[in-house]
């Protein structure tokens, strides 16, 4: 249940950002997920694919980097990196 | 032509939000209302469902829930199953109950240490009490891993297991496949016990109630993916007849229905109630827990759910041993089966308790209509209850306060709807 509300939140501030920046499209997306954020990048990838379609990040490339530090200040949260746009 | 590409730097936290909704109302210094909202999507998949073979229904329903997709997978293959007259041989029960057990540990353990404990020991969030309890968080992490591991071998992957059909397995595990489990399992059967000492020494707030516990009982073992339904006021059901003891109510204040019993009553789902009515069913090292923690046979403080989670790992981590030490592959990884006409019904032991589903088939083995009830929704009722009586001596306190209180209670059920740190939004209308 949690991912449905996580990945729409995160696709509403690409699209977000994307359109503050005239982009067209948004090809890729980095995240970091920390060690306590309760997903895997699979899993998040499937989510990702799953809720970007019609969206302006749909077909993005995403690269995902998971943290093993549960002592990292935000083990429990995922960070939007960077995104790119076209 | 080839475009050009800008990345731009965001560094921003991604958010899971409004999950859940509180909303009190005090009047006078009495508390008139707690509702609390909860969004559900069983009903969603409930609708999906109709027109789908039957044969597709647990991989559907097991992307309902990130954190228990097994038990979906589970309650939904039993009701086909139940619905096409289908034996499951018992190595393949044995197999699903092993994939059953990954679950509870890979979810108990995340409920207790990551979400839970910190309101214990007074910290916002894991994180913060990892800097101070390093150990723990890190044992923590290692026997959830554990748990992941037997997911990810059964299941093909780790979230939202794809090897899992009606009648069994799309292939089945070899014993040197499995022998690997082995030692972490054991190693974090060991630390599970350990785990569970400084959870006895935690000051739990003196608050009890009388639930009516309903759990599932079998014969022989304590209940995960089979048994009767059973109650303790004496109902003793086949999980066919659940619809005669629970039917669900709207409510105005959710999206989420209110289940109730013929007479209006409320019931409890979940460990407590697991354990209530199934002590005589823990493994030997789980009641050795049980007891280490000083916990008597029947608990009704919702607050000492997160030790009773503890033993629950301890014996699912006991019974997973004892599941890959005794496994012999038979020769078929599903019994076959062809879909017929009728209506099956279909109950596991989720985490948070028992979760029912129902499905009614046509000749051509598609279904015509779907019910599924999560553990959460049936509780909603009692963590409505809990709140009203726990939070009434604390209204006097500030709204961010309360919501601390308010959060503590309701993660005693549930962190499907309070994963994250900060996840309620809290009304408080004062009057
Ligand atoms: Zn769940």
């Known amino acids: 249940m949690h991912e449905h509300s996580l990945i729409a939140n995160l696709l509403s501030r690409i699209d977000a950002i994307a359109c503050q920046h005239s982009a067209k499209r948004v090809v890729g997306v980095s995240v970091w997920i920390g060690a306590l954020a309760h997903i895997s990048a699979g899993h998040f990838r499937e989510h990702f694919e799953d809720g970007s379609r019609g969206s302006l990040a749909q077909g993005a490339r995403l690269d995902i980097e998971v943290s093993d530090d549960p002592e990292h200040p935000q083990a429990q949260d995922i960070l939007l990196r960077s995104i790119e746009v076209v | ?431």
Not at chain 2, 207 to 226: I, N, Q
Not at chain 2, 272 to 290: F, G, I, K, W
């Open chain 2, 1 to 431: 032509m080839t475009e050009t590409t800008r990345t731009i730097e965001v560094n921003q936290l991604a958010r899971v939000e409004g999950e859940g909704a509180l909303h009190l109302a005090i009047d006078g210094g009495q508390l008139t209302v707690a509702e609390l909202r909860i969004f559900e999507p069983p009903r969603y998949f409930e609708a999906l469902l109709r027109g789908r073979d039957c044969r597709e229904a647990p991989d559907i329903t097991a992307r309902i829930c990130g954190i228990c997709p097994v038990a979906y997978l589970m309650s939904s293959c039993a009701a086909i199953e139940d619905l096409c007259g289908l034996r499951v041989p018992a190595p393949l029960v044995d197999l699903r109950r092993l994939l059953y057990c990954g679950e509870w540990i890979e979810s108990h353990v995340l409920h207790m240490f990551m979400l839970h404990l910190p309101d214990f020991l007074g910290y916002p969030d894991a994180v913060s009490m990892a800097r101070e309890h390093g150990d723990l968080v890190r044992a923590a992490l290692r026997i959830k891993k554990a748990g992941n591991g037997i997911v990810a071998l059964l299941g093909g992957r780790e979230i939202h297991p794809i090897n899992v059909r009606i009648g069994g397995f799309y292939r089945l595990p070899t014993r040197a496949e499995l022998a690997p489990l082995r030692d972490e399992l054991a190693f974090a059967l060991d630390a599970a016990e350990q785990a569970l000492v400084p959870l006895a020494a935690l000051d739990f707030p003196d608050f009890e109630r009388d639930y009516t516990f309903v759990a599932l009982r079998h014969d022989s073992e304590y209940p995960m993916g089979r048994g009767r339904l059973v109650s303790s006021d004496g109902v003793d059901l086949p999980v066919a007849r659940y619809d005669d003891y629970l039917t669900e109510h709207h409510v105005r204040h959710s999206t989420s229905l209110h289940s109730r019993t013929a007479d209006g009553g409320v019931v409890h789902l979940g460990p407590l109630a697991r354990y209530a009515l199934n002590h005589d069913r823990l493994t030997p090292r789980a009641r050795a827990a049980a007891a280490a923690a000083g916990l008597p046979p029947v608990v009704r403080n919702p607050f000492r759910s997160i030790q009773v989670r503890g033993v629950e790992v301890v014996l699912a981590l006991e019974e997973a041993l004892r599941l890959i030490d005794g496994y012999v592959p038979g020769d078929t990884p599903a019994a076959a089966f062809e879909p017929r006409a009728g209506i099956g019904y279909g109950a596991t032991e989720a985490p948070r308790g028992v979760l029912y589903h129902r499905y009614a088939v046509d000749a051509a083995g598609l279904i015509t209509d779907a019910k599924i009830v999560a553990p959460t929704s049936v509780n909603q009722a009692v963590i409505e209850a809990d709140l009203r009586h726990y939070v009434e001596p604390n209204l006097h306190q500030p709204d961010e306060a309360l919501r601390a209180v308010c959060e503590t209670a309701i993660r005693n059920y549930d962190p499907c709807i309070s994963c994250s740190a900060h996840f309620l939004k809290l009304t408080v209308e004062r009057r």
